[in-house]
Structure formats: structure tokens, C-alpha cells
């Protein structure tokens, strides 16, 4: 999937419109990134470390705390991509890529190919303790033989677990309600070819039987 693609763009959207500006939350792990005490650790969604690390690869300069303070929509879709590509999201079914670049975007690429290869172990693709979050030889054949809907749902069954587990403790609990909000919005806007492509068959099904029906009803005579 290309960076300028509509889906990928639509994803882009989606990922913004739940990060923030700039932030100094000192609740927020990525507190660690900050260049010195009281600076922003994150903005959009990019921790300091995250654009120190990819700023040069992705052509964003100079690498200083000033330009991290204007990174721009266009900037950060740079970083969006960057994780996609960090999972092999180019290898995976659309909707999966996507799903897995999410979880990438919030907990690290190891993360989320962990939890895809757990989706995996739990549809019997893979074998029990295979979850390394590497993504291998075994791990795309794997892929390549579930259907994307199945893939698709049995990923987010492992990531919604996985944030419950998390704001089921203390220091995570306030960002429930948000992570959650998070993880519907997503389901709600990217989904699998097999859920669109119903829904556009069902559309043009639709249409044409509007386009074949006639506009008045008959008339009959009677003797």
C-alpha cells in the first residue's frame, strides 16, 4: 500500500484525529524522550525519540527540538508510514496491515507482531509459543492462508484484550475510555475487502434493480 493511497491516507486521518498537539503529560512513558525537563516529549502522536531516530531517513530537518515543535500533518503521515513498513504491512491483507500498524503506532512494531502471531496461534495457523514478534518466512505463509475478515477479527479480539489488561491497572485506567475510543473508531473505518466489497456489491445490486424497475405502476383493464 502506498503512502499516498487513499485507504493509507484515510488511516493517516484516522490516527490524527485522536493525537494531540504538543504534550508534556508526565504520565505518559514518552516523558523519558524529552530533550530536557519540562520540553514536549510528543507531538501528534511522534515522541522526541521517534523523530530523532526517523527524521534524517525520512528526509525531516534539521533534526533539533525546534523542528520537532512544527512537524505537520504531512510530517507525521512520513512517521505513520514508517511504522507501517516497520511490521511489513505491505505483505499483509489491507485491513490487517492497517490494524497491525495501529497497535505498531501505539505499543512498538515488536508488539504488534506479536499480537498478529497470536491472532495466528488462536486460528491454529500458528503453533502454541511461536509469538516472538518477528516477522519471518513462517509467520507470512501463516498469513497467506487465513482469510482476511478472520485474520482481521481474531487480531483485534488479542489487541482490545491487551488494552483491557493494561487500564485494568491503575496508572493505565484513565486512558481507557479514549484507547477504546480508539479502537472502535478504527473498526468503524477500515475494513476488511470482504465487509466492503458486500457492502459495494450490495450498493450496485441496488442500483440496478432501481434502473431496471419501472417508474409507474402497470394498469390492468378490466372487461
Known sequence: MD?????????????????????????????????????????????????VALAPKLGITPVNYERFLKLSDQDVAKFIYQFYTSINGQKLPGAVGLSVAEAAWGSGPVVAIRQLQQALINLKKLPPGSADGK?????????????????YDAFWKVRRAF?????????????????NRRIDSFLNTIKPVAITGLLLLTGIAYLVYSEAAPTTPKTYKTK
Do not use: C, M
Not at 484516522?14 to 524522550?33: C, M, N, Q, W
Not at 488494552?163 to 484507547?179: P, R
Open 3 to 51: 503512502i499516498n493511497s487513499a485507504q493509507f491516507q484515510q488511516f493517516v486521518r484516522h490516527i490524527l484525529s485522536f493525537e494531540g498537539g504538543l504534550s508534556k503529560d508526565p504520565r505518559d512513558t514518552a516523558v523519558k524522550y524529552a530533550p530536557f525537563p519540562g520540553a514536549y516529549h510528543t507531538n501528534k502522536g511522534v515522541t522526541y525519540g521517534a523523530f
Open 135 to 151: 516477522f519471518g518466512p513462517q509467520t507470512l505463509k501463516a498469513v497467506q492462508a487465513t482469510k482476511e475478515k478472520d485474520l
Open 163 to 179: 488494552i483491557d489488561s493494561l487500564t485494568a491497572q491503575k496508572s493505565y485506567a484513565v486512558y481507557a475510555k479514549g484507547w
